[in-house]
């Protein structure tokens, strides 16, 4: 018998609960907080890997040129508490153990903006506000099922090869809720297309998805930049089409990045983790001794952006000083021409 078969009652018990939080806030059980000042919220129906961090960055890029704006995220597998701000810490001290992962990328990437995390995102939007009064925007990292706060502008995130539409509650799959729980998003980006999605395609996925009709589709693809080099050892090191990559990943899908990668290297050996997983000093060791393996000065470790944050702050990084290490940066590409008219909905998170 199928194991998701078996598994699906355990998934409607763990849906019906997510739904039953749901409604407590929809018939005023619970009030939710909504911010005096703009907020957008960037999540998913799935526990990861739909690309929501690049989104996320896509937002800032968009737009901390002409607003004043900090991110709040919880700060998955931090070792603090409370409210942090990744501004105030020093440094040389700062980790991803100190404000996660991710909050640290969205800081070593764009350190003229606030970055912040709390388990409480209510209490984190009343800090930023009270300690800056003039943000003008608050990207909400990761808070589709954080309904203790309610966002102007609500932004779902979904993956073209694993739509939620298709999906089922954890642990028959992958939803942290019924799919049904996507019609309280005002837009939905379906992520990580073909670059090449025809407009078939396209209509396809949108009659699988059914949104209402105030909800609004975008469709993107993901765009590999060049090898950035995170030590001095890498800025040393010229690489080239005959250059062999070890590679480090802990995320969710990487897939794509190892069919990019293999592309353009040979890929000796691919040490795969866990999403957010921290490395310990004796797997460090280990790729060590398969970077060493041979004398060959042409090798380089890549990773991802996200997981070099957990290598080049903290103890870890002294353990890589010999090795070239660089990191593959996303990017997502708006499909049909609908960059230009993405930003035109802002207004709909004018109150």
Known sequence: MNLRILLYPFGLIYGAVAALRRWTYRCGLRKAYQAPIPTIGVGNLSVGGTGKTPHVEYLIRLLSNQYKIATLSR???????????????????LSAEMIG??????????????????????????QLMQRFPDLQYIILDDCYQHLQVKPNLNILITEYAAPYALDYPLPAGRLREFR???????MVIVSKCPETLTEQQRAEMTKLLKLQDYQQLFFTTMRYGKLTALNDCGKLQEVSPQTEVVLL??????????????EKF????HYRFADHHYFSTEEIAEIKKT??????????????EKDS???????????LEAIPLFSLPIVPYFLFQDEEFFPLLFPLMEK
């Open 75 to 93: 700060g998955y597998k931090r070792k603090t508490k409370g409210f942090v701000l990744a501004n105030d810490i020093d440094p040389q001290e």
């Open 101 to 126: 992962d991710e909050p640290l990328q969205f800081f070593t990437k764009f350190p003229h903006i606030k970055v912040a995390v709390d388990e409480k995102r209510k209490d984190g939007i009343q």
């Open 180 to 186: 049904s729980a996507a019609r309280y998003a005002n």
């Open 249 to 262: 990943t802990a995320i969710a899908h990487p897939e794509p990045m190892v069919a990019y990668l293999s």
């Open 266 to 269: 040979k890929i000796i050996h």
């Open 291 to 304: 970077y060493f393996s041979e004398n060959n000065q042409n090798r380089i470790l890549v990773t991802t």
């Open 309 to 319: 944050m957990r290598l080049i702050y903290g103890v870890l990084s002294k353990h």
